[in-house]
Structures are given as structure tokens and as C-alpha cells.
């Protein structure tokens, strides 16, 4: 006996539904954790210079999602953080060896950019999921250590002068972009 279109298509909705569940982070519902006030940013605390990104995700109709999604969210705050850091150097750089320059474009549309991106996706560290009961919103959070987020993009810069002056320059730019806080 052959299956029916429906329960075929039944089927495939669940399995599609019980891996979308197992790939999300679960939510915590307990007291609010220390990150969730420090949302988005650059901090310095016991684990030294990190970036943080805080996803948040409400009123979202299917809350099976939610999880899901705040990390998703939390990931891009922390990748636009550390390109903007990535920016500022390179901009910075520019202006110490040029002077009246029109073609600079950050990020670089290059493969070794995306490629620089994807790596720091993988190191991002998930720090945990957490349920607001009060609006029913659900966040979570990912940090990266500065470190290892200068190893990776020091490792993608092909010139020596430049991986010279952003292993000289991040420390003082992280402090400028955490001051912001």
C-alpha cells in the first residue's frame, strides 16, 4: 500500500520540526542572568576582552522558534561588532598610508572576508538562553574572546604591515569601543 501524499507530507513537517528543536539551545527560565542587562557589546571581565552578542527574539507566534532565532540574533550582534572593530583598524590603517583615498570599502567584499566571517562564527561561545516570564521573549548569548577574534583575522590578512599594525592597534581600539558602554 502506498503512503499518502498527506502523510507524507505530515511526516516530513515532523521530522522537520523535532530537528529544528534539537538544533536550538534550550531556554532557562530561572532569574535573569548578568548578560542580560550588558546586552550587546565590548567588555572587559574575568575572561578578559570579550565581545558579546544578545539576541532577543519576542512576539513571535510559533514560540518553537524562538530559541532558534535570538541565537541567530545574538550571532549577528556580535559578528557586526567585531566587523566594525575590523573596520575602524582597517580604516585607520588606510588613513596612515593614504591621504585623499575615495575607494575604500569595509567590510571588503573578498572571499578571505567571508571566509574570516565564518570562522568567527565557529568560535563564538554559547553562554546560555534565557526566558523573560515577564514579556515571554526568549535571548541568548555568544562571546568571543578578543584573542582568538584578532588570531582569526590576523591569520586572513595576506600583508605583513597591516597584520603588524592591528596586532598593535586592537588592544587600544577594543578600549575606545568598551568606553562606549
Wanted: glycine share 6%; net charge positive; proline share 7%.
Amino acid at each position: 500500500m502506498k503512503p499518502s501524499a498527506r502523510a507524507v507530507r505530515t511526516l516530513a513537517l515532523a521530522a522537520f520540526a523535532l530537528a529544528a528543536a534539537c538544533a536550538a539551545p534550550r531556554a532557562a527560565s530561572g532569574p535573569k542572568p548578568a548578560w542580560v542587562d550588558q546586552g550587546t557589546g565590548a567588555f572587559k571581565d574575568a575572561d578578559g576582552d570579550v565581545y558579546q552578542g544578545v539576541g532577543v527574539v519576542a512576539d513571535v507566534r510559533d514560540r518553537f522558534f524562538a530559541p532558534k532565532r535570538s541565537v541567530d540574533r545574538g550571532q549577528d550582534g556580535i559578528e557586526k561588532i567585531v566587523v566594525a572593530h575590523y573596520c575602524s583598524l582597517l580604516d585607520d590603517f588606510e588613513d596612515s598610508i593614504a591621504v585623499g583615498r575615495s575607494d575604500f570599502t569595509c567590510p571588503p567584499p573578498t572571499p578571505q572576508f567571508g571566509a574570516l566571517l565564518k570562522a568567527l562564527r565557529d568560535a563564538f561561545v554559547f553562554v546560555g538562553a534565557w526566558n523573560d516570564p515577564a514579556d515571554r521573549s526568549t535571548l541568548a548569548c555568544y562571546r568571543i574572546k578578543r584573542s582568538a577574534a584578532d588570531g582569526l583575522l590576523l591569520r586572513s590578512i595576506d600583508d605583513p604591515k597591516l597584520r603588524e599594525f592591528i596586532r598593535a592597534r586592537s588592544p587600544a581600539a577594543f578600549e575606545k569601543e568598551s568606553a562606549r558602554r
